[in-house]
């Protein structure tokens, strides 16, 4: 869905309960992925006070690995009624979202580069992307 999109920025909002029962891919593999894309990425985990087994928990930390590389964050939820509010908390990120840009000094070599991008100022919160894959142009 990310590699066929109509507009260059992107979001996927996972809606799950974290448990990794069917998957056809590795966590590895995800990320791997998500290294070649500037989509961000946002979780909502619902995590029931139920107990349940194991297998089916919610594992926060395996979805916060996924999101947190792309700049996204995860929200976790207690039950059905929390959903509109964690929700509603993303899609408020992303209407107030600022996109920064610079010239890479290594264009299109081929390897993964690490960022950081901190504010000077109280108040503020900065959430970015971990690094990116630089590759060619797609023209």
Do not use: C, W
Not at 35 to 64: G, H
């Amino acid at each position: 869905m990310i590699d066929h999109r109509p507009r260059d920025r992107a979001a996927l909002v996972l809606i799950s309960d974290g448990a990794d029962t069917a998957s056809d891919a590795s966590l590895r593999d995800v990320r791997s992925t998500l290294l070649r894309t500037d989509a961000f990425i946002y979780a909502v985990a619902i995590d029931s006070p139920l107990r349940q087994a194991i297998n089916t928990r919610v594992n926060p930390q395996a979805l916060s690995e996924i999101t947190s590389q792309t700049g996204g964050h995860t929200e976790v939820v207690h039950d059905m009624t929390e959903l509109a509010a964690a929700t509603g908390r993303i899609a408020e990120e992303l209407n107030s979202q600022y996109v920064m840009g610079y010239s890479s000094p290594h264009p299109g070599d081929g390897k993964y580069h690490s960022i950081r991008v901190r504010v000077n100022r109280d108040g503020y919160k900065v959430r970015s992307r971990n690094g990116y894959l630089s590759v060619g142009r797609k023209d």
